[in-house]
């Protein structure tokens, strides 16, 4: 097994450290986040930091980079308060990908890499038409990190959109009948394939599978 020291990392050349310690945290979850100008140019960002925050209220979360170079996401939702997290899946993770691009503000990532924008009545923000999950979320705050410049950015989700099929009957989304991708690292796309469901754990008592 190979051992890298805090030193041996920072000392990596930083391409490497990058991929290193990017992935090293092991499976992240693949989302397009879409906003939209008070201009009208619609954006859209790959992203692989949603978590989950809360059921009541619903609220997920996201880590946005330093804010030190144009982040035209941040910019939007802050302006009109409401962005869109829309799930990857694995028929247009290249398009998903190409989304990390720099384009100008005035560009539409949508446009520029073949996805199709789609709006629901009352909510000022795009979503992904291809995406058969997809989340319509309220800006409610976000939170500076001192130690890197990043920002926790807290939405609560207004708007929750699934194809048919997908939902189990007690809630569960079952990612794999979505065909959602997940990510390695920054760059690497995986398929996902659910295993088991178990039943609530309790001290002292065997896992037991969930039936479905």
């Given at each position: 097994?190979?051992?890298?020291?805090?030193?041996?990392?920072?000392?990596?050349?930083?391409?490497?450290?990058?991929?290193?310690?990017?992935?090293?945290?092991?499976?992240?979850?693949?989302n397009l986040i879409g906003s939209?100008?008070?201009?009208?140019?619609?954006?859209?960002?790959?992203?692989?930091?949603?978590?989950?925050?809360?059921?009541?209220?619903?609220?997920?979360?996201?880590?946005?980079?330093?804010?030190?170079?144009?982040?035209?996401?941040?910019?939007?939702?802050?302006?009109?308060?409401?962005?869109?997290?829309?799930?990857i899946h694995e028929s247009f993770?290249?398009?998903?990908?190409?989304?990390?691009?720099?384009?100008?503000?005035?560009?539409?990532?949508?446009?520029?890499?073949?996805?199709?924008?789609?709006?629901?009545?009352?909510?000022?923000?795009?979503?992904?038409?291809?995406?058969?999950?997809?989340?319509?979320?309220?800006?409610?705050?976000?939170?500076?990190?001192?130690?890197?410049?990043?920002?926790?950015?807290?939405?609560e989700i207004q708007h929750i959109?699934?194809?048919?099929?997908?939902?189990?009957?007690?809630?569960?989304?079952?990612?794999?009948?979505?065909?959602?991708?997940?990510?390695?690292?920054?760059?690497?796309?995986?398929?996902?394939?659910?295993?088991?469901?178990?039943?609530?754990?309790?001290?002292?008592?065997?896992?037991?599978?969930?039936?479905?």
């Open positions: 097994m190979t051992h890298f020291s805090k030193q041996d990392i920072i000392n990596l050349p930083s391409l490497e450290r990058m991929h290193l310690v990017n992935s090293c945290g092991g499976l992240k979850s693949g939209i100008s008070k201009s009208g140019v619609t954006n859209l960002g790959v992203f692989n930091s949603v978590i989950h925050l809360g059921s009541n209220p619903p609220m997920l979360s996201f880590m946005l980079r330093p804010t030190t170079v144009e982040r035209h996401t941040y910019d939007n939702f802050k302006e009109n308060k409401h962005f869109t997290v829309n799930h993770v290249d398009k998903a990908h190409q989304t990390s691009a720099k384009y100008d503000e005035d560009v539409s990532e949508f446009k520029e890499v073949g996805l199709t924008e789609e709006f629901i009545k009352g909510f000022e923000a795009p979503f992904v038409k291809e995406s058969r999950i997809k989340i319509g979320c309220k800006y409610i705050n976000s939170y500076f990190i001192e130690e890197n410049g990043c920002r926790l950015i807290i939405g959109l699934v194809e048919d099929g997908i939902q189990d009957k007690d809630g569960f989304l079952d990612l794999t009948k979505a065909n959602s991708a997940g990510i390695i690292g920054l760059d690497g796309y995986v398929k996902t394939e659910l295993i088991e469901r178990y039943t609530y754990a309790r001290p002292n008592q065997e896992p037991k599978l969930l039936k479905g």
